[in-house]
Protein backbone atom coordinates (compact mmCIF):
# COMPACT_ATOMS: atom_id res chain seq x y z
CA UNK A 1 0.00 0.00 0.00
CA UNK A 2 2.88 2.21 0.85
CA UNK A 3 3.64 2.56 -3.15
CA UNK A 4 0.28 4.82 -3.40
CA UNK A 5 1.19 7.64 -1.01
CA UNK A 6 2.48 10.67 -3.00
CA UNK A 7 6.24 11.42 -3.03
CA UNK A 8 7.70 13.87 -0.99
CA UNK A 9 8.69 15.57 -4.57
CA UNK A 10 5.10 16.03 -4.55
CA UNK A 11 4.84 17.82 -1.59
CA UNK A 12 8.30 19.84 -2.35
CA UNK A 13 6.00 21.07 -5.82
CA UNK A 14 3.26 22.06 -4.20
CA UNK A 15 5.52 23.81 -1.80
CA UNK A 16 7.37 25.79 -4.39
CA UNK A 17 4.12 26.24 -6.45
CA UNK A 18 2.46 28.05 -3.34
CA UNK A 19 5.51 29.75 -1.58
CA UNK A 20 4.58 33.40 -3.22
CA UNK A 21 1.54 33.48 -1.92
CA UNK A 22 1.47 32.17 1.48
CA UNK A 23 3.72 33.21 4.63
CA UNK A 24 6.51 30.87 6.27
CA UNK A 25 4.93 30.55 10.00
CA UNK A 26 7.41 31.25 12.85
CA UNK A 27 7.40 28.39 14.75
CA UNK A 28 7.21 29.47 18.70
CA UNK A 29 8.40 28.10 21.60
CA UNK A 30 7.16 28.65 25.54
CA UNK A 31 9.07 28.33 28.31
CA UNK A 32 6.24 28.59 30.39
CA UNK A 33 3.94 25.75 28.83
CA UNK A 34 6.77 23.50 28.50
CA UNK A 35 7.43 23.74 32.48
CA UNK A 36 3.48 23.28 32.60
CA UNK A 37 3.79 20.05 30.27
CA UNK A 38 7.57 18.81 31.20
CA UNK A 39 7.79 18.65 27.27
CA UNK A 40 9.72 20.32 24.64
CA UNK A 41 6.74 21.87 22.94
CA UNK A 42 7.21 23.75 19.06
CA UNK A 43 3.75 25.58 17.93
CA UNK A 44 3.54 26.26 13.93
CA UNK A 45 1.42 29.17 13.99
CA UNK A 46 -1.22 28.94 11.09
CA UNK A 47 -2.92 30.93 13.05
CA UNK A 48 -0.80 33.73 11.39
CA UNK A 49 -1.22 32.01 8.30
CA UNK A 50 -3.00 34.46 5.26
CA UNK A 51 -6.66 34.76 6.31
CA UNK A 52 -6.19 33.42 9.33
CA UNK A 53 -5.54 29.15 8.87
CA UNK A 54 -3.38 26.79 6.95
CA UNK A 55 -6.32 26.16 5.16
CA UNK A 56 -4.64 29.23 2.69
CA UNK A 57 -2.24 26.11 1.47
CA UNK A 58 -4.43 23.61 0.50
CA UNK A 59 -6.72 25.88 -1.54
CA UNK A 60 -3.63 27.89 -2.92
CA UNK A 61 -2.09 24.64 -4.22
CA UNK A 62 -5.46 23.67 -5.59
CA UNK A 63 -6.54 26.71 -7.89
CA UNK A 64 -2.93 26.77 -8.91
CA UNK A 65 -3.03 23.44 -10.24
CA UNK A 66 -5.47 24.37 -12.35
CA UNK A 67 -5.36 24.65 -16.02
CA UNK A 68 -5.67 28.09 -17.88
CA UNK A 69 -9.41 27.50 -18.75
CA UNK A 70 -9.99 25.93 -15.72
CA UNK A 71 -9.01 29.14 -13.83
CA UNK A 72 -10.86 31.11 -16.15
CA UNK A 73 -14.50 29.78 -15.29
CA UNK A 74 -14.06 30.37 -11.27
CA UNK A 75 -13.85 28.39 -8.55
CA UNK A 76 -16.68 26.91 -6.29
CA UNK A 77 -17.34 24.96 -2.76
CA UNK A 78 -19.36 24.60 0.35
CA UNK A 79 -18.32 25.60 3.58
CA UNK A 80 -18.71 27.50 6.51
CA UNK A 81 -15.47 28.11 8.02
CA UNK A 82 -12.29 29.00 6.71
CA UNK A 83 -11.90 27.03 3.46
CA UNK A 84 -14.20 29.38 2.52
CA UNK A 85 -12.26 32.29 3.26
CA UNK A 86 -9.19 30.61 2.14
CA UNK A 87 -10.19 29.35 -1.93
CA UNK A 88 -12.13 33.06 -1.72
CA UNK A 89 -8.63 34.93 -1.11
CA UNK A 90 -6.31 32.47 -3.63
CA UNK A 91 -9.31 33.26 -5.86
CA UNK A 92 -8.69 36.89 -5.13
CA UNK A 93 -5.09 36.71 -5.37
CA UNK A 94 -5.22 35.07 -9.28
CA UNK A 95 -7.72 37.53 -10.51
CA UNK A 96 -10.51 34.49 -10.15
CA UNK A 97 -14.00 34.50 -9.50
CA UNK A 98 -14.98 32.73 -6.36
CA UNK A 99 -18.46 31.05 -6.02
CA UNK A 100 -19.12 29.73 -2.08
CA UNK A 101 -22.04 27.89 -1.00
CA UNK A 102 -22.82 28.91 2.88
CA UNK A 103 -25.72 27.66 5.42
CA UNK A 104 -28.36 30.00 5.77
CA UNK A 105 -27.00 30.47 9.77
CA UNK A 106 -23.64 31.23 8.93
CA UNK A 107 -22.23 33.59 11.11
CA UNK A 108 -21.87 37.55 9.88
CA UNK A 109 -18.34 37.68 10.37
CA UNK A 110 -18.00 34.41 8.60
CA UNK A 111 -20.13 35.99 5.80
CA UNK A 112 -18.51 39.40 5.87
CA UNK A 113 -14.91 37.94 5.58
CA UNK A 114 -15.66 35.98 2.69
CA UNK A 115 -17.24 38.81 0.96
CA UNK A 116 -14.19 40.92 1.73
CA UNK A 117 -12.25 38.44 -0.49
CA UNK A 118 -14.15 39.32 -2.94
CA UNK A 119 -16.30 36.29 -3.49
CA UNK A 120 -20.09 35.53 -4.12
CA UNK A 121 -21.89 33.92 -1.32
CA UNK A 122 -24.98 31.50 -2.60
CA UNK A 123 -27.03 31.01 0.67
CA UNK A 124 -28.39 27.32 1.44
CA UNK A 125 -30.70 24.97 4.00
CA UNK A 126 -27.98 24.22 6.74
CA UNK A 127 -28.14 20.75 5.58
CA UNK A 128 -25.57 18.60 4.15
CA UNK A 129 -27.87 17.96 1.22
CA UNK A 130 -28.88 21.17 0.49
CA UNK A 131 -25.25 22.39 0.62
CA UNK A 132 -24.60 20.04 -2.16
CA UNK A 133 -27.49 20.51 -4.44
CA UNK A 134 -26.90 24.03 -4.65
CA UNK A 135 -23.22 23.62 -5.12
CA UNK A 136 -24.44 21.07 -7.92
CA UNK A 137 -26.85 24.44 -8.96
CA UNK A 138 -23.38 27.10 -9.11
CA UNK A 139 -21.26 24.62 -10.58
CA UNK A 140 -23.49 23.90 -13.64
CA UNK A 141 -24.94 27.79 -14.35
CA UNK A 142 -20.71 29.12 -14.01
CA UNK A 143 -18.86 26.02 -15.15
CA UNK A 144 -16.78 26.66 -11.96
CA UNK A 145 -14.52 24.09 -10.69
CA UNK A 146 -15.88 22.70 -7.32
CA UNK A 147 -12.40 22.39 -4.91
CA UNK A 148 -13.48 20.17 -1.84
CA UNK A 149 -12.17 21.48 1.00
CA UNK A 150 -10.32 18.80 2.46
CA UNK A 151 -11.24 15.19 0.21
CA UNK A 152 -8.60 16.28 -2.23
CA UNK A 153 -4.74 15.44 -2.92
CA UNK A 154 -3.88 18.96 -3.87
CA UNK A 155 -5.63 20.36 -0.58
CA UNK A 156 -3.51 17.57 1.07
CA UNK A 157 -0.50 18.34 -0.33
CA UNK A 158 -1.14 22.23 -0.03
CA UNK A 159 -1.80 21.39 3.47
CA UNK A 160 1.48 18.89 4.32
CA UNK A 161 3.97 22.47 3.50
CA UNK A 162 3.15 23.37 6.91
CA UNK A 163 4.52 19.81 8.57
CA UNK A 164 7.40 20.36 5.90
CA UNK A 165 8.24 23.71 7.50
CA UNK A 166 8.16 22.56 11.04
CA UNK A 167 10.16 19.25 10.14
CA UNK A 168 12.99 21.55 8.46
CA UNK A 169 12.61 23.92 10.99
CA UNK A 170 13.45 21.45 13.85
CA UNK A 171 15.00 18.35 14.07
CA UNK A 172 14.74 15.35 15.59
CA UNK A 173 10.93 15.75 17.07
CA UNK A 174 9.24 12.70 18.75
CA UNK A 175 6.23 12.83 18.39
CA UNK A 176 3.57 15.89 15.68
CA UNK A 177 -0.04 16.52 16.76
CA UNK A 178 -2.42 18.11 14.80
CA UNK A 179 -6.31 18.55 14.81
CA UNK A 180 -8.85 15.94 13.06
CA UNK A 181 -12.21 17.50 11.18
CA UNK A 182 -12.27 16.31 7.52
CA UNK A 183 -8.48 14.63 7.39
CA UNK A 184 -6.90 17.39 5.13
CA UNK A 185 -5.00 18.73 7.95
CA UNK A 186 -3.80 14.91 9.38
CA UNK A 187 -3.29 13.48 6.41
CA UNK A 188 -0.75 16.19 5.26
CA UNK A 189 0.85 16.69 8.20
CA UNK A 190 1.34 12.38 8.27
CA UNK A 191 2.85 12.82 5.18
CA UNK A 192 5.15 15.23 5.78
CA UNK A 193 6.36 13.22 8.57
CA UNK A 194 6.78 9.90 7.05
CA UNK A 195 8.90 11.53 4.15
CA UNK A 196 10.72 13.98 6.53
CA UNK A 197 11.35 12.29 10.19
CA UNK A 198 9.81 9.03 10.11
CA UNK A 199 10.25 7.93 13.34
CA UNK A 200 8.31 11.02 14.30
CA UNK A 201 4.82 9.50 16.05
CA UNK A 202 1.47 10.81 14.30
CA UNK A 203 -0.89 11.95 16.57
CA UNK A 204 -4.65 12.72 15.75
CA UNK A 205 -6.85 15.22 17.58
CA UNK A 206 -10.69 15.58 18.19
CA UNK A 207 -13.37 15.95 20.71
CA UNK A 208 -15.29 13.40 22.08
CA UNK A 209 -18.10 15.32 20.86
CA UNK A 210 -17.10 15.02 17.44
CA UNK A 211 -14.85 12.03 17.58
CA UNK A 212 -15.52 10.10 13.79
CA UNK A 213 -11.90 9.51 13.73
CA UNK A 214 -11.43 7.84 16.25
CA UNK A 215 -14.25 5.71 15.62
CA UNK A 216 -13.28 5.55 11.53
CA UNK A 217 -9.78 4.10 13.13
CA UNK A 218 -11.06 1.59 15.50
CA UNK A 219 -13.39 0.17 13.17
CA UNK A 220 -11.29 0.45 9.93
CA UNK A 221 -13.69 2.36 7.91
CA UNK A 222 -14.99 5.79 7.43
CA UNK A 223 -17.42 6.72 10.09
CA UNK A 224 -19.83 9.52 9.16
CA UNK A 225 -19.75 12.46 11.90
CA UNK A 226 -23.62 12.60 12.93
CA UNK A 227 -24.65 15.29 14.48
CA UNK A 228 -21.41 16.59 16.11
CA UNK A 229 -21.02 18.41 19.36
CA UNK A 230 -18.33 20.61 19.90
CA UNK A 231 -17.13 24.18 20.10
CA UNK A 232 -14.56 22.83 17.37
CA UNK A 233 -16.34 24.26 14.44
CA UNK A 234 -13.56 23.48 12.30
CA UNK A 235 -13.53 19.50 13.71
CA UNK A 236 -17.46 18.69 12.80
CA UNK A 237 -17.12 17.41 9.19
CA UNK A 238 -16.23 13.58 8.30
CA UNK A 239 -13.47 12.23 6.93
CA UNK A 240 -13.05 11.45 2.97
CA UNK A 241 -12.11 8.40 1.12
CA UNK A 242 -8.62 10.00 -0.15
CA UNK A 243 -7.26 11.25 3.30
CA UNK A 244 -8.27 8.04 5.47
CA UNK A 245 -6.43 5.71 3.83
CA UNK A 246 -3.23 8.21 4.69
CA UNK A 247 -4.54 8.63 7.95
CA UNK A 248 -5.07 4.77 8.61
CA UNK A 249 -1.59 3.78 7.17
CA UNK A 250 0.73 6.62 9.14
CA UNK A 251 -1.48 7.83 11.91
CA UNK A 252 0.01 6.46 15.44
CA UNK A 253 -3.51 7.63 17.42
CA UNK A 254 -6.04 9.54 17.93
CA UNK A 255 -6.92 11.41 21.50
CA UNK A 256 -10.09 12.77 22.05
CA UNK A 257 -10.83 15.19 24.23
CA UNK A 258 -13.56 16.89 26.51
CA UNK A 259 -15.41 20.00 25.75
CA UNK A 260 -13.95 22.07 29.00
CA UNK A 261 -10.39 20.44 28.17
CA UNK A 262 -10.25 22.30 25.02
CA UNK A 263 -11.44 25.84 26.35
CA UNK A 264 -9.02 25.58 28.88
CA UNK A 265 -6.69 24.71 26.62
CA UNK A 266 -7.34 27.49 24.84
CA UNK A 267 -7.52 29.97 27.49
CA UNK A 268 -3.68 29.19 28.60
CA UNK A 269 -2.34 29.69 25.15
CA UNK A 270 -3.98 33.08 24.72
CA UNK A 271 -2.44 33.98 28.20
CA UNK A 272 0.65 32.55 28.39
CA UNK A 273 1.90 32.48 24.52
CA UNK A 274 -0.16 35.77 24.28
CA UNK A 275 -1.34 34.61 20.58
CA UNK A 276 -4.64 34.22 19.65
CA UNK A 277 -5.92 30.26 18.22
CA UNK A 278 -9.31 29.09 17.48
CA UNK A 279 -10.75 25.84 19.54
CA UNK A 280 -9.74 23.77 17.00
CA UNK A 281 -6.35 24.45 17.36
CA UNK A 282 -6.72 24.07 21.49
CA UNK A 283 -7.82 20.61 20.94
CA UNK A 284 -4.32 19.73 20.08
CA UNK A 285 -2.72 21.31 23.10
CA UNK A 286 -6.06 20.06 25.26
CA UNK A 287 -4.28 16.27 23.93
CA UNK A 288 -1.01 16.92 24.87
CA UNK A 289 -2.16 18.35 28.69
CA UNK A 290 -4.86 14.95 29.20
CA UNK A 291 -2.05 12.52 28.54
CA UNK A 292 1.00 14.42 29.77
CA UNK A 293 3.27 11.14 30.92
CA UNK A 294 2.77 10.18 27.06
CA UNK A 295 4.76 13.58 26.19
CA UNK A 296 7.00 13.53 29.20
CA UNK A 297 10.45 14.78 28.08
CA UNK A 298 9.79 14.39 24.34
CA UNK A 299 9.89 16.94 21.73
CA UNK A 300 6.44 17.71 20.46
CA UNK A 301 5.45 19.46 17.71
CA UNK A 302 2.06 20.92 17.46
CA UNK A 303 0.05 22.38 14.30
CA UNK A 304 -1.15 25.50 15.77
CA UNK A 305 -4.60 25.04 12.83
CA UNK A 306 -6.07 28.55 12.87
CA UNK A 307 -6.87 32.16 14.66
CA UNK A 308 -10.30 33.19 13.69
CA UNK A 309 -12.98 33.50 16.54
CA UNK A 310 -15.22 35.81 16.98
CA UNK A 311 -14.25 38.24 19.59
CA UNK A 312 -18.06 39.04 20.58
CA UNK A 313 -18.92 35.57 21.32
CA UNK A 314 -15.80 33.64 23.59
CA UNK A 315 -16.05 30.96 25.76
CA UNK A 316 -15.03 32.55 28.75
CA UNK B 1 23.22 69.24 27.37
CA UNK B 2 23.31 66.19 24.65
CA UNK B 3 26.68 65.26 26.64
CA UNK B 4 24.75 63.98 29.63
CA UNK B 5 23.04 61.57 27.78
CA UNK B 6 24.21 58.01 28.05
CA UNK B 7 26.50 56.54 25.46
CA UNK B 8 25.42 53.34 23.38
CA UNK B 9 28.28 51.20 24.71
CA UNK B 10 25.40 51.93 28.11
CA UNK B 11 22.83 49.98 25.74
CA UNK B 12 25.26 47.89 24.51
CA UNK B 13 26.25 46.83 27.62
CA UNK B 14 22.97 46.79 29.55
CA UNK B 15 22.20 44.46 26.41
CA UNK B 16 25.05 41.62 26.71
CA UNK B 17 23.93 42.12 30.83
CA UNK B 18 20.66 40.90 30.42
CA UNK B 19 20.23 38.97 27.10
CA UNK B 20 20.88 35.09 28.78
CA UNK B 21 17.73 36.02 30.25
CA UNK B 22 15.43 37.65 28.74
CA UNK B 23 13.69 36.63 25.28
CA UNK B 24 15.21 38.78 21.75
CA UNK B 25 11.22 39.18 20.61
CA UNK B 26 10.26 39.01 17.20
CA UNK B 27 9.63 41.45 15.11
CA UNK B 28 5.92 40.71 13.19
CA UNK B 29 4.63 42.17 10.17
CA UNK B 30 1.15 42.17 8.89
CA UNK B 31 -0.03 42.57 4.61
CA UNK B 32 -3.52 43.70 6.03
CA UNK B 33 -2.54 46.55 8.20
CA UNK B 34 -0.03 48.17 6.12
CA UNK B 35 -2.73 48.12 3.46
CA UNK B 36 -5.11 49.84 5.56
CA UNK B 37 -2.77 52.56 6.99
CA UNK B 38 -0.58 52.63 3.67
CA UNK B 39 2.53 52.44 5.22
CA UNK B 40 5.10 50.02 6.49
CA UNK B 41 4.48 48.84 9.92
CA UNK B 42 7.22 46.77 12.41
CA UNK B 43 6.05 45.50 15.15
CA UNK B 44 8.30 44.73 17.80
CA UNK B 45 6.88 42.09 19.97
CA UNK B 46 7.44 42.79 24.07
CA UNK B 47 3.81 41.63 24.59
CA UNK B 48 5.55 37.62 24.02
CA UNK B 49 8.46 38.95 26.52
CA UNK B 50 8.80 37.01 29.57
CA UNK B 51 6.20 38.02 32.01
CA UNK B 52 4.52 39.35 29.23
CA UNK B 53 6.03 42.81 29.21
CA UNK B 54 8.84 44.85 28.09
CA UNK B 55 9.08 45.68 32.03
CA UNK B 56 10.96 42.56 32.51
CA UNK B 57 14.41 44.33 30.60
CA UNK B 58 14.66 46.54 32.60
CA UNK B 59 13.87 44.99 35.73
CA UNK B 60 16.28 42.63 35.07
CA UNK B 61 19.30 45.29 34.33
CA UNK B 62 18.70 47.16 37.31
CA UNK B 63 18.67 44.00 40.01
CA UNK B 64 21.95 42.83 37.75
CA UNK B 65 23.62 46.12 38.25
CA UNK B 66 23.35 45.65 42.27
CA UNK B 67 25.74 44.73 44.24
CA UNK B 68 26.14 40.84 45.52
CA UNK B 69 25.95 42.63 49.11
CA UNK B 70 22.49 45.13 47.75
CA UNK B 71 21.66 41.88 46.24
CA UNK B 72 21.47 39.48 49.51
CA UNK B 73 19.31 42.53 50.65
CA UNK B 74 16.60 41.90 47.98
CA UNK B 75 14.61 44.21 46.11
CA UNK B 76 11.17 46.12 46.46
CA UNK B 77 9.00 48.28 44.82
CA UNK B 78 5.00 49.84 44.34
CA UNK B 79 3.65 48.92 41.29
CA UNK B 80 0.14 47.52 40.36
CA UNK B 81 0.80 46.95 37.16
CA UNK B 82 3.34 45.02 34.81
CA UNK B 83 6.82 46.30 36.76
CA UNK B 84 5.65 44.14 39.80
CA UNK B 85 5.56 41.27 38.10
CA UNK B 86 9.02 41.64 36.42
CA UNK B 87 10.92 42.63 39.36
CA UNK B 88 9.31 39.90 41.29
CA UNK B 89 10.82 37.48 38.10
CA UNK B 90 13.98 39.02 37.46
CA UNK B 91 14.60 38.54 41.40
CA UNK B 92 13.33 34.91 41.56
CA UNK B 93 15.70 34.23 38.19
CA UNK B 94 18.70 35.28 40.80
CA UNK B 95 16.76 33.52 43.75
CA UNK B 96 16.72 37.18 45.75
CA UNK B 97 13.76 37.86 47.67
CA UNK B 98 11.70 40.72 46.41
CA UNK B 99 8.84 42.95 48.34
CA UNK B 100 6.13 44.55 46.44
CA UNK B 101 3.75 46.90 47.71
CA UNK B 102 0.69 47.01 46.02
CA UNK B 103 -2.67 48.52 46.79
CA UNK B 104 -5.21 46.70 47.94
CA UNK B 105 -7.89 47.30 45.20
CA UNK B 106 -5.52 45.45 42.74
CA UNK B 107 -7.13 42.73 40.73
CA UNK B 108 -6.63 39.17 42.05
CA UNK B 109 -5.10 38.09 38.83
CA UNK B 110 -2.18 40.56 39.60
CA UNK B 111 -1.65 39.71 43.07
CA UNK B 112 -1.85 35.90 41.85
CA UNK B 113 1.17 36.49 38.85
CA UNK B 114 3.38 38.02 41.46
CA UNK B 115 2.75 35.68 44.13
CA UNK B 116 3.62 33.15 41.54
CA UNK B 117 6.84 34.46 40.49
CA UNK B 118 7.55 33.68 44.75
CA UNK B 119 7.41 37.53 45.35
CA UNK B 120 6.13 38.58 49.04
CA UNK B 121 3.10 41.62 48.61
CA UNK B 122 2.91 44.28 50.93
CA UNK B 123 -0.58 45.88 50.69
CA UNK B 124 -1.48 49.42 51.17
CA UNK B 125 -4.13 52.00 50.56
CA UNK B 126 -4.85 52.88 47.18
CA UNK B 127 -2.94 56.59 47.50
CA UNK B 128 0.13 57.33 46.47
CA UNK B 129 1.65 58.57 49.83
CA UNK B 130 0.47 54.83 51.37
CA UNK B 131 2.36 53.23 48.91
CA UNK B 132 5.59 55.35 49.36
CA UNK B 133 5.26 55.24 53.16
CA UNK B 134 4.53 51.31 53.25
CA UNK B 135 7.25 50.90 51.02
CA UNK B 136 10.31 53.38 53.49
CA UNK B 137 8.41 50.96 56.01
CA UNK B 138 9.63 47.70 53.86
CA UNK B 139 12.89 49.01 52.92
CA UNK B 140 13.83 50.04 56.76
CA UNK B 141 12.39 46.96 57.95
CA UNK B 142 13.91 44.97 55.64
CA UNK B 143 17.30 46.39 54.13
CA UNK B 144 15.89 45.70 50.49
CA UNK B 145 16.97 47.97 47.91
CA UNK B 146 13.94 49.90 46.22
CA UNK B 147 14.27 49.88 42.67
CA UNK B 148 11.82 52.42 41.18
CA UNK B 149 9.63 51.63 38.08
CA UNK B 150 10.75 54.13 35.33
CA UNK B 151 12.70 56.69 37.13
CA UNK B 152 15.68 54.91 37.44
CA UNK B 153 18.87 54.92 34.44
CA UNK B 154 19.65 51.23 34.75
CA UNK B 155 15.35 50.53 34.06
CA UNK B 156 15.97 52.98 31.02
CA UNK B 157 18.81 51.24 29.56
CA UNK B 158 17.43 47.65 29.81
CA UNK B 159 14.29 49.24 28.38
CA UNK B 160 16.12 50.93 25.45
CA UNK B 161 17.17 47.48 24.41
CA UNK B 162 13.73 46.45 22.99
CA UNK B 163 14.19 49.82 20.31
CA UNK B 164 17.75 48.55 20.02
CA UNK B 165 17.03 44.99 19.02
CA UNK B 166 14.27 46.54 16.12
CA UNK B 167 17.03 49.33 14.96
CA UNK B 168 19.04 46.48 14.38
CA UNK B 169 16.67 44.05 12.69
CA UNK B 170 14.89 46.87 10.73
CA UNK B 171 16.95 49.72 8.94
CA UNK B 172 15.69 52.82 7.87
CA UNK B 173 12.94 53.49 10.02
CA UNK B 174 11.03 57.07 9.65
CA UNK B 175 9.30 56.36 12.22
CA UNK B 176 9.02 54.99 15.88
CA UNK B 177 6.02 54.75 18.18
CA UNK B 178 6.18 54.18 22.17
CA UNK B 179 3.48 54.43 24.12
CA UNK B 180 4.09 56.86 27.12
CA UNK B 181 3.53 56.45 31.32
CA UNK B 182 6.03 56.88 33.58
CA UNK B 183 8.69 57.80 30.55
CA UNK B 184 10.70 54.27 31.02
CA UNK B 185 9.91 52.94 27.71
CA UNK B 186 10.10 56.35 25.09
CA UNK B 187 13.31 57.57 26.85
CA UNK B 188 14.84 54.19 26.98
CA UNK B 189 13.14 53.81 22.82
CA UNK B 190 14.36 57.76 22.28
CA UNK B 191 18.20 57.01 23.52
CA UNK B 192 18.47 53.85 21.17
CA UNK B 193 16.75 55.90 18.23
CA UNK B 194 19.52 58.46 18.78
CA UNK B 195 22.14 56.30 19.01
CA UNK B 196 21.39 53.63 16.30
CA UNK B 197 19.03 55.54 13.79
CA UNK B 198 19.29 59.18 14.59
CA UNK B 199 17.20 60.31 10.90
CA UNK B 200 14.31 58.58 12.59
CA UNK B 201 11.39 60.43 14.35
CA UNK B 202 10.34 59.07 17.76
CA UNK B 203 6.87 59.44 18.91
CA UNK B 204 5.03 59.10 22.86
CA UNK B 205 1.43 58.13 22.31
CA UNK B 206 -0.57 58.22 25.48
CA UNK B 207 -5.04 58.63 26.53
CA UNK B 208 -5.99 61.88 26.26
CA UNK B 209 -7.30 60.82 30.00
CA UNK B 210 -4.11 60.55 30.76
CA UNK B 211 -2.25 63.48 28.45
CA UNK B 212 0.41 64.41 31.27
CA UNK B 213 3.54 63.61 28.89
CA UNK B 214 1.92 66.31 26.45
CA UNK B 215 1.48 68.83 29.12
CA UNK B 216 4.76 68.20 30.10
CA UNK B 217 6.56 68.88 26.93
CA UNK B 218 4.15 71.88 26.13
CA UNK B 219 5.19 73.70 29.46
CA UNK B 220 8.81 72.47 29.49
CA UNK B 221 8.19 70.84 33.20
CA UNK B 222 7.09 67.55 34.37
CA UNK B 223 2.89 67.88 34.69
CA UNK B 224 1.62 65.34 37.51
CA UNK B 225 -1.21 62.70 36.19
CA UNK B 226 -4.26 63.68 38.56
CA UNK B 227 -6.87 61.31 38.15
CA UNK B 228 -6.38 59.93 35.15
CA UNK B 229 -8.70 58.11 33.33
CA UNK B 230 -8.04 55.20 30.92
CA UNK B 231 -8.23 51.95 29.89
CA UNK B 232 -4.69 52.05 29.02
CA UNK B 233 -3.68 50.98 32.79
CA UNK B 234 -0.21 51.17 32.12
CA UNK B 235 -0.32 54.77 31.11
CA UNK B 236 -1.75 56.57 34.05
CA UNK B 237 1.53 57.26 36.00
CA UNK B 238 3.71 60.91 36.16
CA UNK B 239 6.71 61.16 34.03
CA UNK B 240 10.23 61.19 36.39
CA UNK B 241 12.73 63.31 36.43
CA UNK B 242 15.53 61.30 34.95
CA UNK B 243 13.80 60.46 32.00
CA UNK B 244 11.87 64.01 31.30
CA UNK B 245 15.37 65.07 30.01
CA UNK B 246 15.56 62.68 27.49
CA UNK B 247 12.52 63.34 26.35
CA UNK B 248 12.62 66.60 26.18
CA UNK B 249 15.30 66.68 24.24
CA UNK B 250 14.86 63.14 21.87
CA UNK B 251 10.75 62.92 21.31
CA UNK B 252 9.54 64.39 18.41
CA UNK B 253 6.16 64.92 19.23
CA UNK B 254 2.90 63.20 21.94
CA UNK B 255 -0.02 62.12 20.06
CA UNK B 256 -2.56 61.72 22.11
CA UNK B 257 -5.92 59.39 21.70
CA UNK B 258 -9.42 58.89 22.70
CA UNK B 259 -11.08 55.59 24.49
CA UNK B 260 -12.98 54.21 21.50
CA UNK B 261 -9.66 54.48 19.62
CA UNK B 262 -8.06 52.64 21.87
CA UNK B 263 -10.93 50.20 21.85
CA UNK B 264 -10.69 49.60 18.30
CA UNK B 265 -6.93 49.57 17.49
CA UNK B 266 -6.67 46.81 20.15
CA UNK B 267 -9.18 44.65 18.62
CA UNK B 268 -7.94 45.09 15.39
CA UNK B 269 -4.45 43.85 16.83
CA UNK B 270 -5.96 40.36 17.98
CA UNK B 271 -8.22 40.14 15.08
CA UNK B 272 -6.03 40.96 11.69
CA UNK B 273 -2.72 39.76 13.52
CA UNK B 274 -3.79 36.89 15.90
CA UNK B 275 -1.55 38.39 18.70
CA UNK B 276 -2.78 39.34 22.38
CA UNK B 277 -1.75 43.01 23.21
CA UNK B 278 -2.84 45.31 26.29
CA UNK B 279 -4.50 48.52 25.84
CA UNK B 280 -1.33 50.06 26.49
CA UNK B 281 0.02 48.82 23.60
CA UNK B 282 -2.99 49.21 21.25
CA UNK B 283 -2.70 53.23 22.32
CA UNK B 284 0.53 53.44 19.95
CA UNK B 285 -1.35 52.05 16.95
CA UNK B 286 -4.29 54.12 17.47
CA UNK B 287 -1.69 56.85 17.15
CA UNK B 288 -1.37 55.97 13.43
CA UNK B 289 -4.68 55.54 13.10
CA UNK B 290 -5.55 58.81 13.96
CA UNK B 291 -2.90 60.73 12.26
CA UNK B 292 -2.77 58.35 9.07
CA UNK B 293 -1.62 60.85 7.30
CA UNK B 294 1.55 61.88 8.38
CA UNK B 295 2.53 57.72 8.40
CA UNK B 296 1.46 57.59 4.76
CA UNK B 297 4.28 55.73 3.08
CA UNK B 298 6.42 55.70 5.25
CA UNK B 299 8.25 53.10 7.54
CA UNK B 300 7.34 52.90 10.94
CA UNK B 301 8.25 50.88 13.82
CA UNK B 302 5.91 50.60 17.04
CA UNK B 303 6.93 48.98 20.57
CA UNK B 304 4.12 46.91 21.33
CA UNK B 305 4.95 46.94 25.32
CA UNK B 306 2.59 44.05 26.74
CA UNK B 307 0.42 41.87 26.73
CA UNK B 308 -0.83 40.99 30.29
CA UNK B 309 -4.53 41.16 29.89
CA UNK B 310 -7.40 39.68 31.95
CA UNK B 311 -9.69 37.48 29.89
CA UNK B 312 -12.00 38.00 32.46
CA UNK B 313 -13.01 41.48 31.34
CA UNK B 314 -11.94 42.26 27.83
CA UNK B 315 -13.53 45.65 26.79
CA UNK B 316 -14.88 44.18 24.07
Not at 153 to 169: H, Q
Not at 232 to 249: C, H, M, V, W, Y
Amino acid sequence: MSNSLPLFDDIAAAARRINPFIHKTPVLRSRNLNQLCKTDLFFKCENFQRMGAFKMRGAMNAVLQLSQLEQQQGVATHSSGNFAQALSLAAQILNLRAYIVMPSNSSEVKKRAVLSYGAEIIECEPTLAAREKTLNEVVARTGARFIHPYNDIDVILGNSTAGMELFVETADLDFILAPVGGGGLLSGTALAAHHLSPECKIIGCEPFGADDAYRSLETGEIQPSINPQTIADGLRTSLGEINFPIIKQLVHKIIRVEEDEIVSAMRLVWERMKIIIEPSSAVAFAAIIREKELFENSRTGLILSGGNVDLDHLPF
